[in-house]
């Protein structure tokens, strides 16, 4: 009668914890995750991209003035602009050595454990940029925007990593969005940041890089209260007890038996979990594939053009006749525009799926790029022609976030299995800041060269990265990270031996599990 009782409120007690979360899988806590880990993560990126416009002259005031008292005489405008150039651009540099770091602190540290220690760098990074000028250093700044670098580069490679490791397969996308919404914010708020009736002044400019040691402490005080990686918990560290909770705390249920099969089914067919090196992963075979399919995803990223929008934005508003001053409070619109097509992405991206949204995203792009490259040569024909060309900037900013600006920081951590993952993010990282700093390099030249019509060097990459998409990717929503590597067999070759080495390899541990239940020594990976 006891243990009748006993079960019958062990279900109830699961009913209710049930009833908190959505039948679409969201709960409080994986909500709370999401939203913290993303605030101090890909904000303070997408805050730190945009940032740096607004203050451009007072910065140059500030490197020149220092100059003169250090040195007795001004800066020379090549040596000035050569200064100006290194500051903005070695944050991709900074980028690319936290892409680097990533792998080796996600495997020691935990997903969670680098968010936390990235925060560190953010708050450095913070002191110096807003301290540089009453220490009268701008070594301080360049060294600040480095670090800040290193941190971008740190969290978006850790957080979507998290955030693909923590969501239930059915919501996996749209919580893997909130990466890219809160990029976008954070663009949004660093251009607002930037107006003259707030920090946009020269004796407030230094407090716009102050600000940014805020979303860093609000993630340093709240993710301690959160659960680690339920498959980083059960796969790399094989702590079962551990893995268990944080999945019943971000599902909001009690049993969780099917989740840990799941998570278990996938260490059955790696045989076992031995997280491989970026030499390692470009010498296996069956995902090369991926490898290459990640690489260009996240190049086309970088090389779709939103940086060359931004620079004709501005232009083609003076083109129409508007007053110099109104034009900052106009281009808001842009950052608007970017919040709203990464949050319709973020609701709709688990009915439509990613291929159609990527895929259809570049091609849309593309499309905008031709119609834009026709009306900027046709401005002058008539006064409404520039209406047209700034319309057309709305339309490339809403088909890059729509997709390609958030879904492939998803698939990076959907295409391989979690032996794999920590090293595709490297190749991933390395890949996206080496692309960024190559157009912060070579764009001026492009349009040195092409003028307006730049942008059908971007209308080629984005079409490009359509097709190959569209012949090469197959699409993952709603599938296990297993059943994802699977759609790659095919294209890479290695089908039937693989499933050979996998049934092979699972009679083997079946074997050794068996053997060793009798002896009265189960792994704790297969009690569970």
Same mark, same amino acid.
């Given at each position: 009668?006891?243990?009748?009782?006993?079960?019958?409120?062990?279900?109830?007690?699961?009913?209710?914890?049930?009833?908190?979360?959505?039948?679409?899988?969201?709960?409080?806590?994986?909500?709370?995750? *999401?939203?913290?880990?993303?605030?101090? *993560?890909?904000?303070?990126?997408?805050?730190?991209?945009?940032?740096?416009?607004?203050?451009?002259?007072?910065?140059?005031?500030?490197?020149?003035?220092?100059?003169?008292?250090?040195?007795?005489?001004?800066?020379?405008?090549?040596?000035?602009?050569?200064?100006?150039?290194?500051?903005?651009?070695?944050?991709?540099?900074?980028?690319?050595?936290?892409?680097?770091?990533?792998?080796?602190?996600?495997?020691?540290?935990?997903?969670?454990?680098?968010?936390?220690?990235?925060?560190?760098?953010?708050?450095?990074?913070?002191?110096?940029?807003?301290?540089?000028?009453?220490?009268? *250093?701008?070594?301080?700044?360049?060294?600040?925007?480095?670090?800040?670098?290193?941190?971008?580069?740190?969290?978006?490679?850790?957080?979507?990593?998290?955030?693909?490791?923590?969501?239930?397969?059915?919501?996996?996308?749209?919580?893997?969005?909130?990466?890219?919404?809160?990029?976008?914010?954070?663009?949004?708020?660093?251009?607002?940041?930037?107006?003259?009736?707030?920090?946009?002044?020269?004796?407030?400019?230094?407090?716009?890089?102050?600000?940014?040691?805020?979303?860093?402490?609000?993630?340093?005080?709240?993710?301690?209260?959160?659960?680690?990686?339920?498959?980083?918990?059960?796969?790399?560290?094989?702590?079962? #007890?551990?893995?268990?909770?944080?999945?019943?705390?971000?599902?909001?249920?009690?049993?969780?038996?099917?989740?840990?099969?799941?998570?278990?089914?996938?260490?059955? #067919?790696?045989?076992?979990?031995?997280?491989?090196?970026?030499?390692?992963?470009?010498?296996?075979?069956?995902?090369?594939?991926?490898?290459?399919? #990640?690489?260009?995803?996240?190049?086309?990223?970088?090389?779709?053009?939103?940086?060359?929008?931004?620079?004709?934005?501005?232009?083609?508003?003076?083109?129409?006749?508007?007053?110099?001053?109104?034009?900052?409070?106009?281009?808001?619109?842009?950052?608007?525009?970017?919040?709203?097509?990464?949050?319709?992405?973020?609701?709709?991206?688990?009915?439509?799926?990613?291929?159609?949204?990527?895929?259809?995203?570049?091609?849309?792009?593309?499309?905008?790029?031709?119609?834009?490259?026709?009306?900027?040569?046709?401005?002058?024909?008539?006064?409404?022609?520039?209406?047209?060309?700034?319309?057309?900037?709305?339309?490339?900013?809403?088909?890059?976030?729509?997709?390609?600006?958030?879904?492939?920081?998803?698939?990076?951590?959907?295409?391989?299995?979690? *032996?794999?993952?920590?090293?595709?993010?490297?190749?991933?990282?390395?890949?996206?800041?080496?692309?960024?700093?190559?157009?912060?390099?070579?764009?001026?030249?492009?349009?040195?060269?092409?003028?307006?019509?730049?942008?059908?060097?971007?209308?080629?990459?984005?079409?490009?990265?359509?097709?190959?998409?569209?012949?090469?990717?197959?699409?993952?929503?709603?599938?296990?990270?297993?059943?994802?590597?699977?759609?790659?067999?095919?294209?890479?070759?290695?089908?039937?031996?693989?499933?050979?080495?996998?049934?092979?390899?699972?009679?083997?541990?079946?074997?050794?599990?068996?053997?060793?239940?009798?002896?009265?020594?189960?792994?704790?990976?297969?009690?569970?």
């Amino acid at each position: 009668m006891g243990q009748a009782e006993k079960t019958n409120n062990f279900e109830n007690e699961d009913v209710n914890d049930g009833s908190k979360s959505t039948n679409q899988g969201w709960t409080c806590r994986l909500v709370i995750a *999401s939203l913290f880990g993303a605030f101090g *993560s890909s904000y303070l990126y997408g805050y730190n991209l945009s940032v740096v416009n607004a203050p451009t002259m007072y910065v140059k005031e500030f490197y020149n003035r220092t100059w003169n008292d250090r040195y007795g005489q001004p800066m020379e405008a090549a040596s000035l602009t050569l200064m100006w150039s290194v500051t903005v651009s070695i944050f991709a540099i900074g980028g690319l050595l936290g892409a680097i770091v990533v792998s080796p602190l996600v495997k020691l540290l935990g997903r969670k454990g680098t968010l936390l220690l990235n925060n560190i760098f953010a708050i450095v990074a913070s002191l110096l940029l807003a301290l540089g000028e009453v220490a009268g *250093s701008f070594e301080m700044l360049i060294l600040g925007r480095f670090i800040i670098g290193v941190d971008g580069g740190i969290a978006l490679s850790a957080l979507p990593m998290y955030l693909g490791e923590i969501s239930p397969k059915q919501i996996r996308g749209a919580v893997g969005q909130i990466n890219s919404i809160f990029i976008c914010v954070g663009v949004f708020t660093g251009q607002v940041m930037g107006l003259p009736e707030l920090l946009g002044q020269e004796s407030r400019w230094n407090y716009m890089f102050g600000i940014t040691m805020v979303p860093a402490l609000v993630q340093l005080l709240t993710l301690p209260f959160l659960p680690e990686s339920p498959r980083y918990l059960l796969l790399e560290k094989q702590d079962v #007890a551990g893995a268990e909770k944080a999945l019943q705390a971000f599902l909001y249920k009690k049993d969780v038996s099917k989740e840990l099969e799941e998570v278990q089914a996938e260490y059955r #067919a790696q045989c076992s979990i031995h997280l491989v090196s970026m030499i390692e992963l470009f010498k296996t075979p069956s995902v090369r594939w991926q490898i290459i399919t #990640a690489s260009v995803t996240m190049g086309c990223y970088q090389l779709c053009g939103l940086n060359a929008i931004w620079f004709y934005t501005n232009n083609i508003l003076k083109e129409a006749g508007l007053e110099s001053d109104q034009i900052p409070y106009i281009t808001l619109s842009t950052g608007g525009v970017e919040i709203l097509a990464a949050v319709v992405s973020g609701i709709i991206i688990e009915h439509v799926g990613r291929r159609p949204l990527l895929i259809g995203g570049f091609g849309a792009m593309a499309v905008f790029y031709g119609l834009l490259t026709i009306f900027l040569n046709l401005q002058t024909k008539a006064y409404w022609l520039p209406y047209l060309s700034f319309g057309c900037i709305i339309g490339v900013i809403a088909s890059f976030c729509i997709g390609p600006g958030g879904i492939p920081f998803i698939l990076t951590g959907e295409l391989f299995e979690q *032996s794999y993952r920590p090293a595709a993010f490297m190749i991933a990282g390395i890949v996206t800041w080496l692309t960024n700093f190559a157009v912060g390099l070579l764009f001026p030249f492009i349009q040195e060269a092409f003028g307006a019509f730049c942008f059908m060097v971007f209308a080629v990459l984005c079409l490009a990265g359509a097709i190959f998409l569209y012949f090469v990717l197959p699409e993952t929503k709603g599938k296990t990270f297993a059943e994802i590597s699977q759609s790659f067999s095919k294209i890479n070759r290695v089908a039937v031996s693989t499933t050979k080495e996998k049934m092979e390899c699972v009679a083997a541990k079946k074997k050794v599990e068996n053997s060793d239940t009798e002896n009265g020594q189960g792994n704790d990976i297969t009690e569970m």
